[in-house]
């Protein structure tokens, strides 16, 4: 990968920003032209340049180049599924307390902006998606986001006829009947383990709820994220005319042991 600090060579994602905020996603080829609303982008402007440079374009408008953040390339990657917005794969990592070598189980992958959060913040993913065309995309997207050496393959299979693995950190779930998974999240995850879903409606929250209080999980809660952004000019001050009002409601529940449950060998105190 790119360290940082260099400047921009041929092959790297570039974030490109006109004055009106209009945002663009390019890969550096050299001899290569990038049409935009404000003008064309010559790639060889940009290829030697320090992040945050401003490169002119064919009309004299003006860019600022810098590399995408996590939240630039969601928003812009090719997409077949929706995609988890940025305000709350922000939620998802606190909220289910993703860190460095868990392992999580995540269905389905969509596009993989989830995916790309979690491998980011140093866990190991294991994938289940449905269809062989998004499995496809989202290893894509998160190769070309996170370099192509990132250890991250995607199942083709359905999450809701069981999951092999055993002792998960996470469950993490983003399709539309996630009840029908909480008995195998039951028994995949650890004692204590978090199960986290995702989803656009109550009506299907509620029914997930009532699920897991049938099943082995405690401090259920629902949340959901409303970011509002503000127009900041020095005579007004307000918030923005617009928002992304509603997205989806985000539910996590701890799995707690059951009758009978014997703990792991490797478990087991190392001084008797
Ligand atoms: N979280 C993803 C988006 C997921 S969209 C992202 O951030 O990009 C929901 C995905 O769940 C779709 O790709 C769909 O094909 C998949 N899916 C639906 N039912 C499934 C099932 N039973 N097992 C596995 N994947 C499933």
Redesign the pocket.
């Known amino acids: 990968m790119v360290s940082p600090r260099e400047r921009f060579r041929p092959g790297e994602r570039v974030l490109a920003v006109d004055a009106k905020d209009r945002r663009y996603l390019l890969t550096l080829t050299p001899g290569a032209a990038f049409h935009t609303h404000a003008g064309v982008l010559h790639h060889d402007d940009i290829i030697g340049a320090l992040e945050g440079s401003t490169v002119t374009g064919s009309t004299g408008r003006s860019f600022l180049v810098f590399r995408p953040t996590l939240a630039d390339v969601?928003l812009k990657m090719p997409?077949?599924?929706?995609?988890?917005y940025p305000k709350d794969?922000g939620a998802i990592l606190v909220a289910a307390d993703i860190g460095p070598n868990q392992r999580i189980l995540?269905?389905?992958?969509?596009?993989?902006?989830?995916?790309?959060?979690l491998l980011r913040a140093g866990a190991t993913v294991i994938a289940?998606?449905?269809?062989a065309d998004?499995?496809a995309r989202?290893r894509a997207?998160v190769h070309a986001f996170l370099g192509p050496d990132t250890p991250y393959d995607v199942e083709i299979?359905?999450?809701?006829?069981g999951i092999t693995e055993r002792d998960l950190d996470r469950v993490?779930l983003?399709?539309?009947?996630p009840w029908?998974?909480v008995e195998h999240a039951a028994t995949a995850l650890r004692p204590g383990g978090i199960l986290l879903a995702?989803l656009p409606t109550i009506n299907q929250t509620a029914q997930l709820r009532e699920c897991l209080d049938a099943a082995p999980f405690r401090l259920t809660e629902t949340v959901e994220i409303l970011r509002r952004t503000w127009h900041i000019d020095r005579r007004s001050i307000r918030p923005d005319h617009r928002m992304v009002a509603h997205t989806g409601f985000l539910t996590t529940a701890r799995r707690v042991p059951v009758p009978g449950e014997t703990t792991p060998v490797s478990d087991s105190p190392k001084n008797p």
Do not use: C, H, K
């Open positions: 969601v997409r077949g599924a929706q995609v988890i794969l995540e269905a389905g992958v969509g596009s993989g902006a989830l995916s790309m959060a289940y998606e449905i269809r998004f499995a989202a997207n299979r359905d999450v809701t006829e993490l983003d399709l539309p009947e029908r998974v995702y």
